[in-house]
């Protein structure tokens, strides 16, 4: 039987103390993982099965050039003691030391498998010892077609994996709650009391694998997200040199539309109306008469009448008043176009 040596809390009430308190963290009663009493529970399960694991290291209870026969059944509940470490590492919260827990977290599961495999308790592949990440660094990463035909097997055989862990987790515990009632109240006989103990390890066994496999993941983008956020820095001993100023410029489809934005713009007035009026009376388009003297040159025949007109009626003249009255009177009783028949359709 393993107990603790000298004085001190016995090895089986340090494995107790650290199994009670991850339980109650893994059973979700607390308020939030970060609150303080929940990593309290945290330190103290930790700082149990580290005592505990010292222990088991000084009594030497398990060795893998043993078989599983001559580990004593009293002595099998210890054998998850790396597996319980590993979980109850992932739930600290320090952000800051997130990379270093998952490390730890994982060499923890690691060795609990190596040691389930050595004693060939269960049917599983031992994951690599170290993160995909650091595995063959410096090699290019194979690719072509081979390599996703081998990415899409790989996939899919870790799909079923899960499928029949998942199938296996529901089997267990079936026959681990109808198993805990006997052991605990000290009615099991041998043969139950290692099944019991064989039938948790199993179940840490599943529960290791799929704590590696998330820890493998969470690493690499932790990783990745570290990277970018390293600024590229230049050689040591060495300094850019200043940057030339960029000049604006303009982006045109056409030396023409160019034009447009220089003082070469071909548009730019030459003379003014005046001037451009006295050109065309010299040349004979326009007389004299066409335009009155006064008069803005380019205004139309329509709009000297109108102005007259209003000049008229300014001066009370009797004939452009009446003239204006009838126009208004014929305008309420005859619609606008009324009359127009050219533009029909």
Not at 298 to 304: A, V
Request: glycine letters at 8%; proline letters at 7%.
């Amino acid at each position: 039987m393993a107990e603790g040596p000298g004085e001190g809390p016995r090895l089986a009430e340090l494995l107790e103390t650290g199994r009670r308190l991850w339980e109650e963290l893994d059973s979700g009663t607390e308020p939030s993982s970060g609150a303080p009493a929940v990593q309290d529970k945290v330190r103290q399960g930790l700082e149990a099965l580290r005592q505990a694991e010292a222990m088991v290291a000084q009594l030497d209870l398990f060795s893998e050039n043993e078989e599983l026969e001559e580990i004593a059944s009293a002595d099998l509940k210890f054998l998850p003691l790396p597996a319980l470490l590993g979980a109850l590492t992932l739930k600290q919260v320090d952000l800051n030391k997130r990379l270093e827990h998952l490390e730890s977290a994982r060499t923890h599961f690691w060795r609990f498998l190596k040691l389930c495999s050595s004693y060939g308790l269960g049917s599983f592949q031992l994951p690599p010892a170290s993160p995909p990440g650091e595995q063959d660094t410096g090699s290019p990463a194979p690719g072509g077609p081979a390599a996703a035909q081998h990415s899409l097997v790989a996939m899919a055989s870790s799909r079923q994996a899960k499928i029949e862990r998942y199938k296996q987790k529901k089997e267990l515990e079936n026959r681990l709650a109808s198993l805990r009632s006997f052991v605990e109240g000290g009615q099991a006989d041998e043969d139950q009391i290692r099944e019991f103990y064989t039938l948790q390890i199993r179940k840490w066994i599943n529960t290791s694998l799929e704590e590696i496999e998330s820890i493998d993941q969470e690493m690499v983008i932790l990783r990745s997200r570290g990277s970018t956020k390293q600024p590229s820095a230049p050689p040591h001993g060495t300094s850019r040199p200043p940057r030339t100023p960029l000049k604006p410029f303009i982006l045109t489809r056409d030396a023409a539309q160019a034009k447009v934005f220089g003082a070469g713009y071909p548009g730019l007035p030459t003379m003014t109306v005046d001037d451009w009026y006295e050109q065309r009376r010299r040349q004979g388009v326009v007389s004299a008469q066409s335009a009155p003297h006064g008069a803005p040159a380019g205004i139309t025949d329509e709009e000297l009448q109108k102005q007259q007109q209003e000049k008229k009626e300014e001066e009370d003249d009797e004939e452009a008043l009446q003239k204006a009255r009838n126009w208004d009177d014929w305008k309420d009783t005859h619609p606008r176009g009324y009359g127009n028949r050219q533009n029909m359709g």
